[in-house]
């Protein structure tokens, strides 16, 4: 099933890469040099294919045969009508052919047969041709051969046209056909029918001789009545040969068809089997190979006053060949027969029955005259000698005989009629019949059989019988006449013993069976060539206890291998009746069946039978598996050969030759036959195959394949005929020829691209660059002289959709593949892009119309292109200059382009536009949002393609306004294009396919509060994006959508004293006081701010006042925790005071130590946590610690408190001051009030400390 080729269909769709820097200068640069092809979607538009059709014979020879091809070459173009034209598929694209006098006889590999509707196809008459390319993308010339087998008669003509996918029809010149012209009739093998009028008292025998017609393969019909003169001669058993006694005979009640019996003179062939005849009835349960036709009318006439003669005459000849067999009739039960030869045509059959008037045993022989044919068209064959004569026996019972027994080897005719072939190394059998019809014997009276062997050409095989053969079951067999009530044929109950002989036989006809006793044996030797007879001896009583008519000896025997073809090889058989073996010397020597005049003895006769040794002939044809080829390709060959013979030959034979001469240009493919060949070249140059093969099964079609290859370099519409013959036992068959044409199956189509479909809108001015590529892609298999493309440049009011704003000029023409520019500047509206059109010139002669000379503006442009190879491309780029272009204009540049060899016009466009994308930018957090020390900022940008086609754009994004309040991460993304960076500038610039956006990422993180101070940050991160398509100014209210609000710096500083200061010593019911001071910096507000005093440390010395205040924001304490949180404006400062009172030393560990904090939750993505700075008094780290001390007063009196005292006593008092704990006491004091004591004594005023 021929799928096809695919054929080229362009897609869309396609991708290439491109590069480009925002110099303008760099643009033009590269866009010239660098720009490939890329992708976009073309708009949707509806098509109207147009087509031409043209087509030509390759090489036509003044006349052809019947059986011959001839090859036509068809052109198909396939073009959009409309503009601009597209190349786009177009599906189905069907030529149809049709032929008169011939058949097409392969459809074409470049004619796709599945998936397509119609599939294509021939037509049951071979006469139609349909040829589906498939989907063809317009702007393809397709060139596809579609030979034909001529099937006409001499002098009729092949006539071929071809209507193309519109209806156009081409019809070739007719093509003259002469035919060769072969005729033959043959007679050779007959039946074993043969049928006395009765075989007691015979008057007659009615015989058949089957005859066959034959035609040469791709012969003219022949003439439809043609007569032949057959002279018969009649032998008796004497020798005597007559011709007075035969009469036309009648059909007998044989065979299967009742109609034909009694019929007189000429019969189907219906009855009896006969080698190398097939039957000319439907034989029921019979294969079809083996059945041909009859005449419409066969006589056999007596030619008045010669005796013997007939003419036979047939009429009603059947030439059509709707009912050739391939095998003879000769096949046992329904197995096909000998196959019959293939060069011939077995158009006819039939039985020619003549009745003979005798009483004796004889034979029939036929010679034909060889007329001369005449053709239905005039042309000549005279008959073919050597196979006009034949010979026929018929015998009467008798109670003795011997003779080959042909049903051994499954062959037909009778015995005794020399027409029994078999080859060296066949098994035959001899059979000695002995009966006791007639005979009147004493019942103990000896009767015997024996079988002489002619030694020099056979040996004896021992006991081949076979228990599945009736007729071969044992050596002796028992045969009964019809009606008894054993079986007719089987083996002996109580067969007499077989005895062998051992010594020489001299002339075997000669031989005495009963002398030499010594020699003879009952025992087998061990060596049975040494057997040259054998024997059985019985008693005549035997008949009676066995109930049988006739005993039958048999003896197997080969023939030897080394028996040369054509020798006589004979059996020999004697009786042994009343003690006296018979059968050597008279009457026997005079009785004569069938004469053999020229063989070793004069006649076969009813104890002697002759066979000849025959071979195998050989045959062979030929056949290509398609009748064209494609240059650089193999083409498959099919040699089908044979070893035939209508004999018996051998199942195999060795040696047999084939020789295969292929034409130049043809060279084997190693390996592709099995078994390989040797391969020589002759001295023409040309590869000589040769097979040397044993084992080859004989009257077998046998086939061999192999490849050979077609030169790359050899020119399509070649017609290559290679030759082979076959060879085996001295006989040659041949030579054969096969015809392959070598295929321009093939297409060219142009496509035209642009490089990419868009000018890159990359500066303010409209500069750019675009090209467009024209594509000539050859799937030819023929190298093509020359490409010729026209391109006629865009212009306003082309009419194919052009339309720009500003100018462009041609920059150039790159022809990387070589070629000739030529240019006009010609007003474009007056110019044909057809290179046929006459203003033109011709295709690859360019009219003065054009020159090489660039003129300043050209208006078109012409490239001639060299040889373009079989699967090469030819291609050539125009590249335009815009200056003033604006986003979606449009250029629109048509051409159309001949290729040598397949000739039509193929037309294609392609638009360039001017790239339309948008571009946006903007952040997370949101443009205008606050963010804080630490925070990521990421900025997207989007590039929006707009417009019919991807968008080639740019954009750059400078990070001056960033950088001073924040670190670019490096870790710029795009998913389309390209991203750089570089000196503080990110720069984007990609391609983007219709409908897609692309989108490009980065991420800043804001420095911390040190690095802002440090930089000098401004405390907004201010950032834009610049691209030509970037609006200069929006509408009040409105956004600049590549200029969003910057985002704002924001955070806070926080401070801690405390009274009494850090540092201090505290003591019982000291109160302590903190200051916590909250300070705001940057432009932007402070969400979230939030501090921590954890008062743990404190709390084991202090109790806590709850006097917590701020300024703003909210207190709150949670043992031991006090917290405070609140946003900031800008400038906002908060104070924050609580106090805690000390308790007494020794209830802690005498340290109040606590340090506020500014930690944000991990959860909590509002809140900004402050650094700590060095508060007013210089307190550095937000961190106050107290150290408790304190003193007692203890005291004494002298005399000691409770004595009793005397006026004039002295008291003596004192007072002992103590510190503890780890504090300093800055100042301690007591007073001693004296009042209570004063009024008893008075104050001595010494005190002292």
Known sequence: MNRGPKLHVPSTDSTRRWRRYLSVGVVL???????????????????????????????PPPTIARGNPVVAEWRVNVNDADE?????????VTATFSVEKAIFDEIPDLCVTEGVDPPSSISEDGMSLTCNFGPVAMGTALVVQTPVVATGLTGEEVVLDGTGPHGETVE???????????????YGGTTEVARWDDVDDPRYVDVDIPWSLRLGKGSDPGPQRVTYRLSMAATTRDGTTTTNNIRVGVHPEVGAFPENHGVAGCTPFDAGRADGHPWSEPIPNQPAEKITSFVDSCTLTPVAGQPGVFDLTLEGINYDLTNVPSHDSSGVGTELGNPLPPNWDYIATGSLWFRVLTNQSGSLRLDSNEPTYTSTTGLQYQDRPGNNVTNKSYTLPGNFSAAWYRAWTGSGGRAWDDTYRVSAGTTVVQQVNVGRRDLDLAPDALVGNCAVFDTQFVTYAG??????????????IGVDQAGADVEPRGPLDNPPPIQYYTGPVGNPNNFDCGGNPAAWSTTAPADLSTVTAIRIVYPFSLYAQEDRDLLQLLAWVTINDDVPVGQDVWMFGSVLRNGEWLGDGEPWDSYVVTPTPDDRYPATNGRRDILRIVTATPYIEKEAAQTTVRAGQAADFTLTYSANGSGIIPETVDGYRIVDTLPLGMTYVSESADPEPVVTVNGSGQEVLTWTLDDVPTNVENELTYQAMADEDIEPGTQLTNTASSSFGGETYGPVEETVTTSANGYTIILKTADPEYVPFVNDEGVGTGSWTVTIESHDPQPQAFTDTIDILPYIGDQRGTDYSGTYTLSDVVLPNGGTVYYTDADPSTLSDDPEDPANGAPNAPSPLWSTTRPENPTAIRVIGGELAPGATFAFQVVIETEGAEPQDVYVNRAQAIAGHTELVMRTSAPLYVSDYTVAKTSDPAPGSTVKPGDTITYTITVTQEGPVAAAGAWTDTLEGVLDDAVYNEDATA??????????????????PVGEVATITYTVTVKDVAGLEADGADTIVDNSVWSPVCPDEVPEG??????????????????????PAPGSTVGLGDVITYHVQITQYGEGAVQKAVIDDDLTAVLDD????????????????????LSW?????????????????????GEGDDQLTNVVTSVCPEDDPECTPGPCVPAPDENPDCTTTHIKGDYEVMKTSDPVSGSEVEEGDTITYTVTVRQYGPGAVEQAGFKDDLTQVLDDATYNDDAAA
């Open 1125 to 1145: 949180t609140g946003p900031l404006v800008v400038g906002e400062v908060v104070d924050l005071t609580y106090s805690v009172t000390a308790t007494a030393v």
């Open 975 to 992: 998913d389309i294009g390209t991203v750089t960076y570089a000196d503080g500038v990110l720069s984007w610039e990609g391609v983007v």
């Open 463 to 476: 006991d081949l019988s076979d228990p599945n053969r009736p007729s071969f079951s044992a050596q002796v």
């Open 172 to 186: 070739l010149p007719p093509v003259l056909i002469r035919n060769t012209f072969a005729m033959d009739i043959h």
């Open 84 to 92: 601009p034209p597209s190349n786009e598929p177009v599906e189905n």
């Open 1102 to 1121: 202090a109790t806590w006042n709850d006097d917590a205040s701020a300024t703003s924001g909210t207190v709150s304490y949670a043992e031991p925790t």
């Open 29 to 59: 640069a590269l866009m010239s040099s660098l720009f490939v092809l890329l992708g976009g979607a073309l708009p949707a538009q509806a098509a109207t294919p147009e087509y031409e059709i043209r087509g030509t014979w390759v090489n």
């Open 1038 to 1059: 409105e956004v600049n959508p590549c200029e969003p609000p910057p985002l704002l710096v924001g955070y806070y500083k926080v401070s801690k004293t405390s009274d």
